[in-house]
């Protein structure tokens, strides 16, 4: 369970670098908030944007919901 944990953490960090790396000038500030953001509610909205492809954002989301549902379960 810890070792999933960590796994979990490393992925939720290189995809809000990664949703950085993607996101426009405009959008640099939301990017930063995001860090501020409870995990689950963070991991919600860059699923939600436009800043990442669905096609990342939605695989990597189920993998950390699955990896550690505590940490980023579903906000609602």
């Given at each position: 369970?810890?070792?999933a944990?960590e796994?979990?953490?490393?992925?939720?960090?290189?995809?809000?670098?990664?949703?950085?790396?993607?996101?426009?000038?405009?959008e640099?500030?939301?990017?930063?908030r995001?860090?501020?953001?409870?995990p689950?509610?963070a991991?919600?909205?860059?699923?939600?944007?436009?800043?990442?492809?669905?096609?990342?954002?939605?695989?990597?989301?189920?993998?950390?919901?699955?990896l550690?549902?505590?940490?980023?379960?579903?906000?609602?």
């Amino acid at each position: 369970m810890e070792q999933a944990e960590e796994v979990a953490g490393e992925l939720f960090t290189a995809l809000l670098n990664e949703t950085g790396q993607w996101a426009d000038d405009d959008e640099q500030g939301w990017v930063e908030r995001l860090r501020e953001m409870p995990p689950a509610v963070a991991l919600t909205a860059m699923e939600e944007s436009n800043c990442l492809p669905g096609q990342l954002a939605g695989p990597a989301a189920a993998a950390l919901r699955f990896l550690a549902p505590h940490v980023y379960g579903t906000t609602g």
